[in-house]
């Protein structure tokens, strides 16, 4: 947290017990940590000038938060006019000798925007406003030039990197989504190729399910997760940034979770024989074990609530032929009650394990990501933006900037492994069940037990003969991930029982 105070401020502190809160100008600390400010005064915070740079936590949190209050486009809008106005309101000692010295500094503040936040660049207004800072700031400047045409360089290429990477994820959606004669019927899809056909080493997928994680995680940029909040915001109606891509790739990793949840369901229910579909069930046991050796909760946890889900928990005669200890000491591992202690204290022994790390693979930590965004959701509904007297509230940026930033930390892992293209090809555009789907293959395996289940075969044969080709992605179980696992564990565990 920032221990340089604004320059030429003055000050008003008094002490608290054996605190010490003090205010300057529009600018609040407690015990020398600033805890709110006036948004302009936030800004001009920011800005660097000759004798003072902003500390690094703080232009990260403020930048990562700001988009709660105003646009990016307008943040920089206002560094840029405080740029200018700066220079203009020297003397000629400092138009020659200060200039070169605050020109560096902007270019380190702009390379941490761009490094850290490259996806607020995607509106061109942004591009010709870090345009025009170039011009301003680095004029006469030869190293600040050189340092701003290659921060530049860097920032488009990641750009290039991001759209590229939307385009792969698009098609291969569009791939899976084909939805082939095998999946219209139980009995054809007994032709189709299964997971086991294609991996049926438990580590080795466990290792491929974790380069897709790791891949998808990397590009998901840090303000995604407070742009979500920013929904109903009135600068939505902006044209640009808010209008598109606010969070497609944060999206396009939870849609991730829920087909992994149903291709596991899948792979279950789709085999004719008993025996067959026991042996995927301990085979995906086996994945979810290694999943959680590896430090991956994530494909963990989607593993084990396509187990859970209802189609796969009523297969008791499945079940009964299933060795059960392992998958019960995972699934407490990541019981739900506690607000999942259980699990928390296991990505606390991951983090510190990634923290002290001698190799690649010590150092992966895959968060569950759906109660990540719960955390973070609740810390934001829980606390005030703005405090009675207007102020910004930069105790809550702080909590935020935090989890955001140990986020970042689990981001940046190179996956050690070794990819293998066809397992990774499959779990990614082999095409699923949808829910209703599932629910009838269940059946299929093990009839109804009741009027109920015969009522809700008879419906979902005449809606899926009528609709074959209905999408293939099921409904978003993201946030709600929870509440289902913790009911569909209890059904499953009374169903094995």
């Given at each position: 947290q920032p221990q340089l105070l604004p320059f030429g401020s003055s000050a008003k502190a008094r002490l608290c017990g054996h605190s010490i809160t003090a205010s300057y100008g529009e600018m609040c600390y407690h015990d020398n940590s600033l805890v709110s400010a006036s948004l302009e005064a936030l800004i001009q915070h920011l800005v660097p000038t000759v004798d003072y740079y902003p500390d690094r936590s703080y232009v990260f949190t403020f930048l990562l938060s700001s988009r709660l209050f105003l646009h990016p486009y307008e943040l920089m809008t206002r560094v840029c006019h405080l740029c200018v106005e700066q220079q203009r309101s020297g003397d000629a000692l400092l138009d020659k000798v200060g200039g070169s010295h605050v020109a560096p500094k902007l270019v380190q503040l702009l390379t941490e925007w761009t490094e850290t936040f490259p996806y607020d660049f995607r509106d061109e207004r942004m591009m010709r406003c870090l345009k025009d800072m170039t011009l301003q700031v680095a004029r006469g400047d030869e190293y600040s030039w050189r340092a701003m045409q290659q921060m530049t360089q860097?920032?488009?290429?990641?750009?290039?990197?991001?759209?590229?990477?939307e385009e792969a994820v698009a098609a291969l959606n569009a791939v899976a989504q084909e939805r082939p004669a095998s999946l219209k019927s139980k009995q054809t899809s007994a032709q189709r190729s299964d997971i086991l056909?294609?991996?049926?080493?438990?580590?080795?997928?466990?290792?491929q399910l974790t380069h897709i994680e790791l891949d998808r995680l990397s590009f998901i940029g840090p303000e995604e997760f407070i742009q979500s909040f920013a929904m109903k915001d009135p600068l939505e109606n902006h044209k640009g940034f808010f209008r598109k891509r606010k969070t497609s790739n944060l999206e396009a990793y939870v849609n991730w979770f829920n087909r992994l949840s149903f291709l596991v369901a899948t792979e279950i229910c789709m085999p004719v024989k008993k025996k067959?579909?026991?042996?995927i069930i301990e085979f995906f046991i086996d994945v979810a074990q290694e999943c959680f050796n590896i430090g991956n909760f994530n494909s963990l946890m989607a593993i084990i609530t396509g187990m859970n889900m209802s189609p796969v928990a009523r297969l008791k005669k499945t079940w009964n032929k299933v060795n059960t200890d392992k998958?019960?000491?995972l699934e407490h591992q990541m019981d739900p009650s506690s607000n999942f202690s259980n699990y928390r204290t296991a990505l606390r022994g991951a983090t510190q394990r990634s923290e002290t790390a001698h190799s690649s693979q010590e150092?992966?930590?895959?968060?569950?990501?759906s109660l990540l965004i719960k955390d973070i959701y609740f810390l934001n509904e829980g606390c005030a933006n703005r405090?009675?007297?207007?102020?910004?509230?930069?105790?809550?940026l702080w909590e935020l900037a935090k989890q955001v930033s140990e986020f970042l930390v689990w981001r940046q892992v190179i996956c050690p492994f070794d990819r293998d293209r066809r397992i990774l090809q499959y779990l990614v555009t082999t095409p699923v069940f949808t829910e209703d789907e599932l629910h009838l293959a269940s059946y299929e395996s093990e009839g109804p037990e009741n009027n109920m289940e015969k009522d809700s075969?008879?419906?979902l044969r005449l809606v899926l003969t009528d609709f074959c080709n209905v999408s293939?992605?099921?409904?978003?179980v993201t946030l709600i991930t929870c509440a289902l696992l913790h009911r569909s564990s209890l059904l499953h565990r009374e169903n094995r029982s």
């Open positions: 860097r920032l488009i290429k990641r750009l290039s990197a991001l759209g590229q990477y056909s294609v991996c049926d080493d438990p580590f080795i997928l466990a290792q067959h579909r026991a042996r998958f019960e000491i150092k992966i930590v895959i968060p569950f990501f405090l009675p007297n207007g102020h910004i509230n930069f105790e809550k075969r008879r419906s293939i992605f099921p409904r978003t």
